[in-house]
């Protein structure tokens, strides 16, 4: 197991920490004669609570990502847009209309990031709705069980990460020396409640 498999296991494990800007990946893949096609990508929000302290703990060891496309769903305007690498810069579609799509043998990644109100910790699911050779498929990431969790952070703004900041200590993990580190400057990724 590598140190990442470790922490996300960690993360992913405790009920009252609420991870900072995450993502959810997902994978496309089509066989020669198949059609896919992401219709609609949602978030169901089940709690929203407001953030007031927390200790900040983070893992800044990670390499990052380069999705094929970045899906952002706005759960406070309940939009959801895209854009993919073969765009320019700035430019996204909104979804629907717009939809990712692959025919042939082909395989591409997506990551789905959250805009939501700073300064509040959430608790939600992830629908996406695709079309595979013509029939609808529904994905459901989270739970009411199981809910995924989140919070902005420095992406969201320059208030967001200055808030997270303010609301207490951070830590990072020294996988080397295998303690706490004191967080001394830059934004944390995870945030207890």
């Known amino acids: 197991m590598n140190h990442c498999t470790e922490w996300a296991d960690w993360i992913h494990g405790e009920k009252k920490i609420y991870p900072v800007d995450p993502y959810v990946s997902i994978g496309l893949t089509t066989g020669a004669d198949d059609i896919l096609a992401v219709r609609n990508v949602t978030a169901k929000v089940f709690r929203r ?13 990670g390499g990052g990502f380069s999705p ?26 909104e979804m629907p209309p717009g939809t990712i799509t692959l025919h042939g043998l082909d395989h591409e990644s997506a990551e789905i990031v959250f805009e939501s109100q700073e300064r509040y910790l959430y608790e939600g699911m992830v629908t996406i709705t695709a079309e595979v050779n013509g029939e609808q498929q529904i994905i459901e990431v989270g739970s009411a069980e199981a809910p995924l969790r989140w919070t902005l952070g420095g ?39």
């Open 49 to 61: 609570t407001l953030a007031t302290n927390a200790t900040a703990v983070q893992c800044t060891y």
């Open 68 to 93: 094929g496309h970045l899906v952002v769903v706005d759960t406070v305007r309940q939009k959801t847009r895209f854009h993919s690498d073969d765009d320019e810069e700035d430019v996204y579609h």
């Open 155 to 193: 992406t969201a703004g320059p208030a967001g990460g200055e808030f997270l900041q303010s609301l207490g200590p951070g830590y990072d993990w020294d996988p080397t020396r295998r303690t706490w580190v004191q967080i001394t400057e830059g934004l944390p990724s995870w945030v207890p409640r």
